[in-house]
């Protein structure tokens, strides 16, 4: 069995790896990891759905999942891409404090996803300023395509 010291080295250093976490300093990775929880998810299932509330944010650890929109006049959610490892998603219902804007299937079996619920994600970007801006700017960037593909 893994000690918690140890499964707590394996998500920091992984952590340190994601780009979006770059700038945080090590104290403050080091409480991320304090509160995350870990989920896993099989090929098919959905992580999130479009227009539930939601109150948590996730980076891929392993695996692979796609994300999907509906959109006006198609009866399908379009599929928009595709994310992977260190990738993350669910910020815009945090930040836009809106209902979940698109569906995230889960597209390979034994994804591991890093969970971080609102209040942890608030202290997360909310002490780091350009984090904080920078995903303002995303989620913006976000809304914009949604728009010009007509999502519903
Ligand atoms: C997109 N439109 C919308 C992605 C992940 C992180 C960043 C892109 Cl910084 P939510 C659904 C989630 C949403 C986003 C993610 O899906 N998403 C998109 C789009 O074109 N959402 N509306 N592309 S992947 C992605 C940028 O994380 O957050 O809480 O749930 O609305």
Redesign the pocket.
């Known amino acids: 069995m893994q000690t918690t010291q140890a499964r707590h080295n394996e998500y920091f250093s992984f952590l340190c790896s994601v780009s979006l976490l770059r700038g945080l300093p090590e104290e403050k990775l080091a409480k991320v990891v304090d509160c995350l929880e870990v989920d896993y998810f099989e090929k098919g299932e959905y992580i999130?759905r479009e227009g539930e509330e939601?109150n948590t944010f996730f980076i891929i650890a392993k695996g692979e999942v796609i994300?999907t929109?509906s959109t006006e006049g198609l009866a399908e959610p379009q599929e928009?891409?595709t994310?992977g490892v260190g990738?993350?998603?669910?910020?815009?219902?945090?930040i836009s404090e809106?209902v979940?804007?698109?569906n995230?299937i889960c597209n390979e079996n034994d994804t591991h996803c890093l969970v971080v619920d609102r209040d942890n994600f608030n202290q997360m970007v909310g002490t780091y300023e350009e984090l904080q801006s920078y995903?303002k700017e995303?989620?913006d960037e976000?809304?914009r395509?949604?728009e010009r593909r007509n999502?519903l």
């Open positions: 999130i939601g994300v929109q928009i891409k994310l990738d993350y998603f669910g910020e815009k219902a945090l809106d979940r804007s698109a995230i995903l995303y989620v976000l809304s395509s949604d999502a």
